[in-house]
């Protein structure tokens, strides 16, 4: 059983910047991406940003540019750097890994 767990949401103005974190511990098997996905109200959840144990990411365009995601050391965590953000990006955010989801973290960007 792997637990993820979330950290690092809240509230911000549009242009604002946030770090989401991620820590995975249990039965981790660290060569599994690691992902952040994130669901608004009354939207599906969505890929955000993905990266592989190789270090490779890959981003959805509408996140392309502003978001960057990293891993830390050690390696079974991971982040989400948010710059620039719009009121559209609000969501739940979501660590993902293996199958096993994180609880989620709330991010709202508002004036």
């Known amino acids: 059983q792997v637990q993820l767990v979330e950290s690092g949401g809240g509230l911000v103005q549009p242009g604002g910047s946030l770090r989401l974190s991620c820590a995975a511990s249990g039965s981790f098997f660290n060569r599994n991406p690691m992902a952040w996905y994130r669901q608004a109200p009354g939207k599906q959840r969505e890929l955000v940003a993905v990266?592989?144990?190789?270090?490779?990411?890959h981003y959805a365009d509408s996140v392309r540019g502003r978001f960057s995601i990293s891993k830390g050391n050690p390696k079974n965590t991971v982040y989400l750097q948010m710059n620039n953000l719009k009121p559209e990006d609000t969501a739940v955010y979501y660590c993902?890994?293996?199958?096993?989801w994180g609880q989620g973290t709330q991010v709202t960007v508002s004036s």
């Open positions: 990266i592989t144990s190789g270090g490779n990411s």
């Open positions: 993902y890994s293996g199958g096993d």
